[in-house]
């Protein structure tokens, strides 16, 4: 269906481009939002990942899963956001968290996955998420990261190490409220 | 060879960066520890978990902003063999006429297609802001386009451009220096000689863009030519304060 849908808006036919659009917006963004935590610039970024994917689609292979690929652009664009907001701030990559941001009215009710997610070590954060959804190599974590690639075992671990000690302690918080 | 050690090897092993196979230790642990294989699954969870977390605000709307960008882009492939032509004619034309000795070779300057492309895509990105009224995010491309161009009619949209956000912050100053830099640029008479009306008519897809760059053009040509003045400097702040309350801009 995708596939289909890609060639058709490849063709000029703006419809299936739009199909394609709605089916996979809330999957993109989504993944930006994780990447970005600001809704707007998730948003722009959905955009800009849409446009690269429709100046891109003679590169797309139709034999690996359609949405994969679109999580690698996604995580690629977030990460050129990111490089770029770096630039203009001058702040080192492992400095810009959230937290740089002011928080908007929305973040307040982020549910208790984003949550355990913020409170981890920004380069922890990026490489747990290039893993599973750019479902980068360790190598290529490392170069974006620029640390080795032994490294990179130990970020994803500490993350993942946490985020399960975190998400444990609130369902047990939760159940004893019960 | 602690718990914690062999946690490590089974996060390697749900990236596929480790095999098994090669960790026969790993295998023999995960069959007696109850704790290990527990954390093995649960890190599992909290893959799936955070691949299918969903986003906490109602679904963006920018379907129709985008099918507008597509339609754009591809409007401009079209053109492309067209222009693929005429610069495989003039480079041919310049050829001829180098072999028959009426010009110097030192003195032409061929476009290369590399010079072109990273306008085209910031013109593209400013076209999307443009839409989205957003005047901040647009105004580093702009700058960047005055910075690194020498293009003397994208040069001049983009002081427009540049010129038009800044009146809209109500930064007036900055809005003259702005035009006042490109009319030293030009040599103040330049602006009669940029032909807008066959820059918009090769630049169909930004239009939106253009024209309202060129309606502040020509608005703001009298200013143009006096901005290096400095005397006038407070009248023009005036007319550019008066021409922004008559929703010029």
Known sequence: ?????????????????????????????????????VREDAE??????????????????????????????????????LRREKKMKTVRLEEYTHANVPPT???????????????????????????????ACYESIASELECPVSAVGSLIFRARQTLQRKLKSSSEEQEASQ | MSCELYQQQLSLL?????????????????????????????????????????????APDITGQLVKCVAV?????????????????????????????????????????????????????????????????AKPLLKTLIRENEDSQILAIASFYLAQVYVQEKKFSHAIKVL???????ELNMIDQVDYNSFVSEHSDSTIFIKD??????KLQSLVKYAEDKKLIKEQIKLLELLSKGKIF
């Open chain 1, 105 to 135: 009215k929305e973040e307040n009710i982020s549910p208790k996955l984003q949550e355990a997610l913020d409170q981890l070590p920004t380069r922890q954060r990026l490489a747990f998420l290039m893993k599973i959804h750019g479902k």
């Open chain 2, 14 to 58: 749900l990236d596929n960066e480790l095999n098994i196979q090669d960790f026969p230790d790993l295998n023999k642990h995960l069959e007696q520890c109850s704790l290990c294989t527990k954390m093995y699954n649960d890190f599992q969870d909290i893959d799936e978990e955070y691949q299918k977390c969903s986003y906490p605000f109602p």
């Open chain 1, 44 to 81: 722009d970024t959905t955009q800009e990942v849409f446009i690269k994917l429709y100046r891109n689609s003679s590169q797309y292979q139709a034999q690996g899963k359609f949405r994969s690929y679109l999580a690698k652009i996604a995580t690629n664009e977030c990460l050129n956001r």
């Open chain 2, 180 to 186: 006042s830099d490109f009319s030293k640029f030009t």
């Open chain 2, 73 to 137: 882009s591809h409007s401009k492939r079209n053109m492309l063999p067209l222009i693929a032509a005429i610069f495989l004619a003039f480079v041919f034309g310049v050829l001829l006429t180098i072999a028959y000795g009426k010009v110097n070779s030192d003195t032409i300057y061929v476009v290369q297609p590399s010079d072109l492309e990273p306008n085209i895509d910031i013109i593209d990105q400013l076209v999307l802001y443009q839409q989205q009224k957003k005047w901040q995010k």
């Open chain 2, 213 to 218: 760059a060129l309606t502040l053009a020509k």
């Open chain 1, 1 to 37: 269906m995708d596939e289909w849908l890609i060639k058709r808006a490849r063709s000029g036919d703006q419809e299936a481009f739009s199909m394609l659009v709605l089916r996979h917006q809330m999957f993109v963004v989504n993944i930006c939002y994780q990447f970005l935590r």
